[in-house]
């Protein structure tokens, strides 16, 4: 493969393919681990994960990207192989989330900022010597009548360019992540809201993006959709995508190769169906794609459940959620195809 940021990024996204986000940090991993009975250590983490990349057709025919947390990018498989092998052998690109999560921001009550900025030139540079090709940093924008702040935006965006600068000076694509929570509190915001919000985010990003001299060429956006709050959901789909176009097609340059959508807390269902509607009713400058953590694993992790001898049905359970996703990505989801299942 080329090792160019503009190929890596194209591959990305390339026709009915999407990320698969698997850098949940001990903390998340903990947490959905725990909704199963599961006891987190390093070797069910790594059971549970070495699942996932060994569904082979799901792998191959629909992702063409797993994000990793600093632990997997370095473990091996039960059998030794290590798991950047396993997945590059079903061609796809390895990733790295590198931001070192987001802590309470100083002055601003109810609001964060994302740290790992120290020291992360040298670990781009270990990271892409272990097979990382593009990374992920994750800035958090909290909603509510009063929030955000002016102040936490712009100190989110900055922390994202530059991020992302240092990504493609060591060769490695950006994901570039802003997420305007839907699950946060108290999760009661309007879809118009959301809007608003998001819209200011976006325009904040991309002009620290132009003044820290990122190629737009070279990154892919990791927006959140057009949603009102997880505790005041009422928004059609076509709602959700016609909203959420309008405001990308407003604020993301057409340089941008793709944007690959973060779930946040939708339905697995949702968040097949808000892509797919986005993709079959609109003309689109950029690639239109999932890059989802809960709605693609949600599935499998209940069927396969901690159990040797459920990793069938847990890849099963895996590889119908990425095919549901890979027709979404190209607008040819159909509900019925849910229930064929
Ligand atoms: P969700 O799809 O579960 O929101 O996770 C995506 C992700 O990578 C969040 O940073």
Redesign the pocket.
Known sequence: MSERLEDIAIAMVANGKGLL?A?ESSGTIKKRFDTIGLESTADSRRDYREMLFRSDDAMKNCISGV?LYDETIRQNAKDGTPLVQLLKANGSIPGI?VDAGAKDLAAFPGETITEGLDGLRDRLAEYYKLGARFA?W?GVISISDTLPTWGAVKQNAQALARYASLCQEAGIVPIV?P?VLMDGKPGTHSIERCYEVTDLVLRTVFAELYDARVVLEGMIL?PNMIIDGKNARKASVEQVAEMTVRVLKSTVPSAVPGIAF????QSDEE?TAHLSAMNAAHDLPWKLTF??????QAAALSAWNGKSENVAAGQRAFAHRAKMNSLAATGGWKKDLEKAA
Not at 262 to 265: A, C, T
Not at 291 to 296: C, H, M, P, Q, V
């Open positions: 986000a850098d994000i989330k992920k994750r992540e997420e990791k973060l779930s946040g807390g968040a890059s989802y953590g809960r709605a693609l």
